[in-house]
């Protein structure tokens, strides 16, 4: 990281260093990290498995890949996911298993790939359940939590599913894993971005009485400004919250590329690590603020054969996999996941206000057993940069108490002391000048964090 401990320099004196933590030093995380495509060989999991656990996120994505465990008619071969499987359970991870994608070995059997389409005939359905069934069978009991088909809401139009179709798939993959492994958590939908037709994928699936047979409703959705999502996110769950308050809303995947690409998510936009690790930091941190279980998109670049090698990961790979160093966004995601775990819960909104020239984002966290605070902020006014040198901000803060107040650069990990001079007291307001840039500072309760 030496690259970024010399460039974003600020006028105070460094007080400490966040201490990245592995998964076995974190009680409770609000992250998942993708681990995605294997089934369809786009990375190499034995390449990138040891730098998974230092991350510090407890849970990881995977793919069932149907075409791939049963290339024969009635011939199942889970070894190359029993090896996955096995392994991240050995290295404390829980898993969250994706039932996807088709079978062309069926007739109607659907494509493998991300839009290859759902089963269709009678002989397909029928081995999908068998398929689907075996899984929850020979995972039961390591792996409790399971989603549906990755964004069936994408694809050709003549591919493309309705609504109906997409819930009844749904429903049935779902009361297979559930017959299997009664307390199974599952995630719905897994929509890509049909959100103009939200409310009706719940109207139906609670018609149906089946809305509570999940647990969650997943969701992805990119956006160039990552404080853009909530624009939607928000509304997603305000339509959940007036049909049920025991589903949750799970933001499935996103990510941002390290470079600029042709393709995928966010293409066609000049992107740069630096900028990669501002916008993961600022849309993981705004989800978990905004009660969101979030997932990180993804830790290891993949070259998605026919097309191109997509940059989103938090690993630098090459077409042949290898795994060839960390990006900037993998630090910034260890600094993330250190400080920001299960003891720290959403704060009130209305504690905090902040005089700049930009719109900036204020998100506070309180400490549930006891009254430490946090909080996070930015320059939210446009999609990350690769600006190094910060302003000056005024944040007002009232009823947010700090004993001993310090600055977290998320990036870097740095920890600076906040000196008396920038704190000040308006009425009933504490007043701190601070810096600021269109990537996260925290100005923390220093207890509160794991500093080397």
């Known amino acids: 990281m030496s ?22 030093e974190i009680e409770g995380s609000f992250f998942t990290l993708g681990c995605e495509t294997l089934d369809r060989d786009f990375a190499d999991y034995d390449e990138y498995k040891e730098y998974i656990a230092p991350l510090g996120i407890k ?74 069934e075996a899984m929850a069978r020979r995972y039961a009991g390591k792996v409790r939590d399971w989603a549906m088909w990755n964004e069936p809401d994408i694809g050709s139009c003549e591919k493309r599913k309705t609504v109906a179709e997409i819930v009844d798939f749904n429903i049935r993959t779902m009361k297979v894993i559930r017959r299997i492994i009664p307390d199974a958590r599952i995630g719905a939908l897994s929509l890509a971005s049909t959100y103009d037709t939200f409310d009706d994928y719940l109207v139906l699936l609670q018609e149906k009485g089946e809305l509570e047979s999940f647990d969650w409703i997943i969701y992805h ?20 919250a007036r049909r049920t308050s025991k589903v949750k809303l799970r933001q499935g995947e996103n990510g941002c590329p390290s470079e600029q690409q042709s393709r995928f998510a966010l293409s066609m936009t000049k992107w740069s690590e630096l900028s990669q690790a501002k916008w993961d930091l600022r849309r993981f941190i705004g989800d978990i603020a905004n009660d ?81 605070n946090i909080l996070a902020y930015w320059d939210c006014s446009g999609t990350p940069s690769d600006e190094v040198v910060p302003e000056t901000a005024r944040i007002l803060l009232k009823d947010l108490p700090f004993e001993e107040p310090v600055l977290v650069e998320m990036i870097s990990g740095k920890v600076y002391e906040v000196p008396a001079a920038r704190i000040s007291r308006s009425g009933e307001y504490v007043v701190y000048d601070l810096p600021i840039l269109d990537s996260p500072f925290l100005l923390a309760e220093k207890r509160l964090l794991h500093l080397k």
Request: charged letters at 25%; proline letters at 5%; glycine letters at 10%.
């Open 59 to 132: 849970t990881i994505r995977l793919q069932g890949g149907w075409a791939k465990t049963e290339k024969v008619q009635g011939q199942y071969d889970f070894s190359w996911l029993d090896h996955i499987i096995d392994d991240a359970r050995s290295r404390g991870l829980n898993i969250l298993l994706e039932t996807d994608y088709g079978n062309p070995v069926y007739p109607g059997g659907g494509g493998s790939s991300l839009s290859g389409g759902f089963p269709e005939s009678e002989e397909a359905l029928a081995a999908w359940d068998r398929w689907v």
């Open 292 to 372: 969101v279980e979030t997932s990180v998109f993804t830790i290891c670049d993949f070259h998605h054969i026919g097309r191109e090698v997509n940059r989103k990961g938090l690993l630098r790979a090459e077409e042949d996999h290898k795994v060839v160093r960390k990006k900037i966004a993998y630090y910034a995601i260890q600094h993330m996941t250190s400080v920001f775990d299960t003891s720290l819960q959403p704060g009130p909104t209305d504690c905090a206000a902040v005089f700049f020239k930009r719109k900036c984002t204020l998100f506070p966290f309180a400490e549930i057993h006891g009254k430490g």
């Open 221 to 240: 959705g990119y956006t160039f400004n990552p404080d853009r999502a909530y624009e939607v996110g928000n509304r997603l769950k305000s339509f959940l």
């Open 3 to 24: 690259e970024i401990n010399s460039v974003i320099r600020l006028p105070l004196k460094e007080t400490g260093q966040i201490r990245p933590r592995s998964v076995n």
